[in-house]
């Protein structure tokens, strides 16, 4: 892991300031989000790549691109809840009465 | 935490643009990853001994492929490339060299180069045997046909190394070490080198052993050529020893007692058993030839040229057969000299005058038994006087001042019929020769001095 992280550092900062952006914008944003069903669905699907990655399943190229995959996925949603979570600080201050 | 959750479902938009950074990632970045991976695998692996190592990356998994010398050495290897950073999957396709039963190993040398063959233990000794065989044969071509296997004996390299010096000793043959055993066979270089490698083998590695040492000397050859032109007798080839080359000298000096000697003869060991009881006699052989040649090669003894009149041939040919020693072979292809032209009594005592100044005709000390030294010169005195037929010669036989008168008076007679003999026997008529006893009352010289001595020692032919 510590290799990948040394080895694609540039590309998982790209992913964690998107991930930024986007929560920071998620707060505010009025359009529709994912509905609970698809949200599960698509938790299970996180879960049974991440199952592949860990147990090795997928062999060679395939194999490598998939644990890239997940680690900017991962990445890109730590960014999000610090974005979002940033968003809502600031918000909430100035909402104080001052 | 709740609003966690919430804001969550709003995030799936920048999947879109993440999807397309991974895939821009993993378009730039996998072949590199890999080569790194490569090369870092490859360096773990430099302080193993394998052979034909091959690393394959793909993404982050390697096939490692290697033929390794023993399961510590490769499941070690194989452990190494596991925890080189970023691997991810070793696919092990490694193996162990497989086991030579018996362990085989060849060097062989012709003319033009030297091939090793076989089997060889380590990449490292392959190499040391490759070094080893260019430095023992300066600039031939060493081909390397050796297969790596496990299964060599203790100290094999050693005991391989030692063979390869060797190389350098031999013109054409095979050095084969199996399992423990060491087989020889083909043709020294040189005299001396089958005697050079069998003492170098006695510092073969213990527990090996020679099987079989069939190397053979190259002929030792002794050459003689008598130049009745030049007036020369030219020697080459080999000898023991300085003794055996001086003794050797020295006989044929009296044996051609009027023929420059070209001396081109080498000391060197190798010659077969009675070479000098050998060698002697058939220089006697030569000296009573007008022009011939002597070949000795190991035991074959070849002699061929013209005897100087016809009952010289079978002298010849007797003495030979008579003095050979045993196991020794004898080719002699004799002929006989055409006879020359006559001539009459002057010219003939002139020629025999001249004869009799170049040699002396030898007896044994005290005796009248002609020195077989001397038959030489006597067969050119016999050719000389078969050239006047009908001459009349008187042989006087003389001796030098030392002991009693009537011992010399007869010495002197028995001497010059001793000779006179030897022309009938050659086949000369007896009634033409008249031997005469002088004693020591015609010296030629004084008797004060050993040299004057010898001068007055003489045999003289007179034509009447």
């Not at chain 2, 050998?278 to 030569?286: C, D, E, R, S, W």
């Not at chain 2, 000389?384 to 010399?408: M, Q, S, V």
């Not at chain 2, 019929?417 to 005469?436: C, E, H, M, N, T």
Request: proline fraction near 5%.
């Amino acid at each position: 892991m510590s290799f990948l992280v040394a080895f694609h550092w540039g590309w998982l900062l790209a992913s964690v300031l998107l991930g930024l952006a986007m929560g920071w914008i998620a707060v505010v944003h009025r359009g529709p989000g994912v509905s609970k069903l698809m949200s599960r669905w698509l938790s299970v699907l996180t879960l049974a790549l991440l199952v592949c990655s860990v147990t090795r399943v997928i062999p060679g190229r395939p194999g490598y691109w998939l644990d890239l995959a997940l680690l900017m996925f991962a990445i890109y949603l730590f960014g999000c809840a610090i974005g979002s979570w940033l968003r809502d600080w600031v918000i909430s201050r100035s909402m104080r009465p001052g | 935490m709740h609003g966690l959750f919430k804001w969550s479902s709003k995030w799936w938009p920048g999947v879109v643009p993440l999807a397309v950074l991974w895939a821009m990632a993993a378009w730039t970045s996998t072949a590199p990853l890999e080569a790194d991976l490569a090369a870092r695998s490859s360096s773990v692996l430099k302080g193993t001994v394998l052979d034909k190592t091959r690393i394959d990356v793909s993404g982050r998994d390697v096939t490692f492929a290697a033929d390794a010398f023993s399961e510590d050495g490769r499941s070690s290897a194989v452990g190494s490339v596991e925890t080189v950073p970023g691997v991810r999957l070793v696919n092990d396709e490694s193996r162990l060299v497989p086991e030579a039963k018996p362990f085989v190993w060849s060097a062989e040398r012709d003319v033009a180069k030297v091939t090793l063959g076989g089997n060889s233990p380590l990449p490292a000794s392959k190499a040391k045997l490759v070094e080893a065989a260019r430095a023992s044969v300066g600039g031939v071509e060493v081909v390397d046909q050796m297969h790596l296997a496990r299964g060599a004996p203790p100290r094999f390299d050693s005991a391989a190394l030692l063979l390869l010096d060797q190389i350098g000793k031999l013109k054409d043959g095979k050095l084969t070490i199996s399992d423990t055993k060491v087989s020889l066979s083909g043709m020294a270089r040189d005299l001396g080198g089958r005697e050079a490698i069998a003492a170098a083998l006695q510092n073969l590695p213990e527990d090996f052993s020679i099987a079989a040492n069939e190397i053979k000397a190259p002929p030792y050859v002794f050459q003689a050529y008598k130049d009745p032109v030049t007036m020369s007798l030219t020697l080459t080839g080999y000898v023991p020893d300085n003794k055996v080359h001086a003794a050797i000298a020295t006989a044929a000096g009296r044996k051609f007692f009027s023929q420059k000697m070209v001396d081109n003869l080498k000391a060197s060991i190798g010659a077969p058993w009675g070479f000098v009881s050998a060698v002697v006699p058939a220089l006697g052989a030569l000296s009573r030839l007008s022009t011939g040649t002597l070949v000795v090669t190991d035991r074959e003894v070849k002699i061929s040229g013209d005897a100087l009149y016809e009952a010289a041939m079978a002298q010849i040919r007797a003495g030979l057969a008579k003095d050979f020693p045993q196991g020794w072979q004898l080719k002699a292809e004799l002929s006989v000299k055409p006879a020359a032209a006559p001539v009459d009594p002057t010219v003939c005592q002139q020629l025999l005058s001249e004869l009799l100044e170049k040699g002396q005709i030898r007896f044994e000390p005290g005796r009248a038994a002609i020195d077989p030294d001397s038959a030489g010169l006597l067969d050119r005195l016999v050719e000389t006087t078969l050239r006047c037929p009908t001459a009349k010669i008187e042989i006087a036989g003389h001796t030098d001042a030392d002991g009693e008168d009537a011992f010399n008076q007869a010495l002197s007679e028995k001497r010059a019929q001793a000779v006179a003999d030897y022309l009938v026997k050659a086949g000369l008529s007896a009634d033409r020769f008249a031997a005469i006893g002088y004693g020591s009352s015609q010296p030629v010289a004084t008797n004060d001095t050993d040299e004057g001595k010898a001068q007055n020692r003489r045999i003289d032919f007179l034509v009447r």
